[in-house]
């Protein structure tokens, strides 16, 4: 049994496991999830690829260590994750003894659902998780103040950099003096370049990671207040 998923430049197609296979629609999108003989189990989300048992802990490890590379208080931290919906995020934190994490995905189905799926080992029943299901934009544009913020969203394409461009404004506003945003910035480099030159004067750094079930590197966008 296969599943076939499209990109700009042809196909991927994963084979799984049968009886594997869960496909269901939410509101704001569908949703995909197989058994893999290789990667385990993996997560889509209208087509694309967010999530691989395998080989997560790449992404989340990644994004956990760039939000705590400048900033390390003595006392606990406020986390805010945007996206995340699998738990995996929130799981990498709190190896970070975080006072408190906010996670803010807009699709409460998927949350829910995945609340029954392995990545998140239990991050979902810790009191210092708080799940606000509302569109990320507008939950920044209210404020607060945060000692790191992790944008988790679906990878930039060009058609969506402008909104992506405004949340990392909004998230910076967001944060205490000396700690970090980091953001997913997708499998292109040129949209990565795109988004540092647009962010110039804030000196953003990009760094690059291997990610198998990915297909290649995979850029992550950081940047301090």
Known sequence: ?????????GYTVFSYKEGTYKCFKTEKALIELIT???????LFIDSVLQSSEADEAIYHTTLARLANKHYLPTTGLHYLIAGGAEGAMAREL??????????????EELVEYMKGEGWHKGAFSDSRLSVIHEDILTFLERGGIYDGIIIDLFDPEEKNIEWLYKVILAGRECLRNGSSLVANVGGDKAIAGILCTKL??????????????????????????
């Open 36 to 42: 893999n003989p290789v990667f385990g189990r993996m």
């Open 94 to 107: 709190f190896k970070y003894f975080p006072k408190k994490i906010t996670m803010v995905d807009w699709d």
């Open 200 to 225: 110039r004067a804030f000196l953003p750094v990009v760094e690059a990671v291997h990610i198998p079930s990915f297909q290649g590197e995979w850029y992550f966008l950081s940047l301090r207040k």
């Open 1 to 9: 049994m296969e599943l076939r998923v499209p990109h700009s430049w």
